[in-house]
């Protein structure tokens, strides 16, 4: 009796055969947003090396309908980047005390708590 | 009692150029699982038809195949969970032998390279027993839940895109060993485990967890991999006086 296995081909399909496929992609796609924000950041302290005159240019920008949808954007990915990044952390970060292990609320917990103390910090430094 | 209608890949390597569905549609108890249902069409309705089982209660891992396009053990996919017609197919990711039969030959190679065995700090065996406390039993249990069924795999979108890519419970397994208070083997294992095509291929979907059916977190481990992987390059490169 001959063997001949059958090869069957994966197709990009597979992102939405499973609602988990299509939360994963949508979570790798935030980086497209995330990066460009970055960008943006990079070259608005471009403008601020530039003088006065090129950092207004650089804000009016940002206040353009267009400027602020995009943030509103990043901001939803980044959120949504963010929640479900801090909810895996339990899974690459356990912490034994003892015999047990520290509840995944706690590790993913502080997690959050860090984000809202350092946002905490940040927003009060802006303000 | 109720019909069930199964809608099975079926593949002859020897009369098949590519594989095909066939219907069949089958009395079941309530109570019955996928792998009862198969064994019904085969023990009444059409004796071709093949694929692997063996303790019918989760345990040996061998009746792994892709349940309505989920990875499940059939012999843990009860049908009174599902509605409709029930498509079965052979594992994701795995060439298919022969009906629901794959070729696990890449999955089997890949486990032995992690060394998934306990090898002794010392070349001579302790005369004693090896002693270990509950919270170093309980520092690696979970992973040694690992039934080899390789749902992880037929979940994992990252090992059907790259197929050299060691994969979630080749992973979860060295970690197991390497996890364990006994065990003294794990630079060997690390050649494997912390190479661009082991922990670092995984993007964390997290798909392998999501599928396991004992709950092993492969997912997890491969993230601490990652995280244990980081700090030895660490303390190789800017704190070599800590390197033994």
Known sequence: MSRKPYERAITSEWIFRHPRYVRYMVREFSCLFIGGWTLLMVWGLKQLSEGPAA????????????????????????????????????????????????????????????????????????? | MRQVELEVLRYNPETDREPHFQRYSVDCQEEWVVLDALNHVKETLDPTLSYRWSCHMAVCGSCGMMVNGEPKLACKAFLRD???????????????????????????????????????????????EYRQTPAQLKRYKQFTL???????????????????????AAIALAHRWNRDSRDGGRDARQEEIAATEGAWECSFVGACSEVCPEHVDPAGAIQQVKIE?????????LMPWLKK
């Open chain 1, 55 to 127: 950092w207004a240019a650089f804000l009016e920008l940002l206040k353009s309908p267009a400027s602020i949808a995009f943030h509103l954007l990043t901001l939803a990915f980044a959120a949504y980047h963010s929640v479900t990044w801090f909810n895996l952390t339990p899974k690459a970060l356990p912490l034994q005390v003892g015999e047990e292990f520290v509840p995944d609320w706690v590790i993913a917990g502080a997690h959050y708590a860090g984000w809202a103390v350092l946002s905490s910090i940040i927003l009060a430094l802006a303000i």
């Open chain 2, 82 to 128: 599902y509605q409709g017609v029930i498509r079965v197919e052979p594992l994701r990711h795995f060439p298919v032998e022969r009906d629901l039969v794959t070729v696990i030959d890449d999955f089997i190679a890949k486990l032995a390279s992690v060394k998934p065995y306990l090898i002794p700090r010392d070349k001579a065996p302790q005369a004693s």
């Open chain 2, 146 to 168: 690992c039934i080899n069924c390789m749902l992880c795999y037929a979940a994992c979108p990252e090992y059907g895109l790259i197929p050299k890519y060691l994969g979630p």
């Open chain 2, 229 to 237: 992987s980081t700090v030895d390059w660490y303390q190789e490169h």
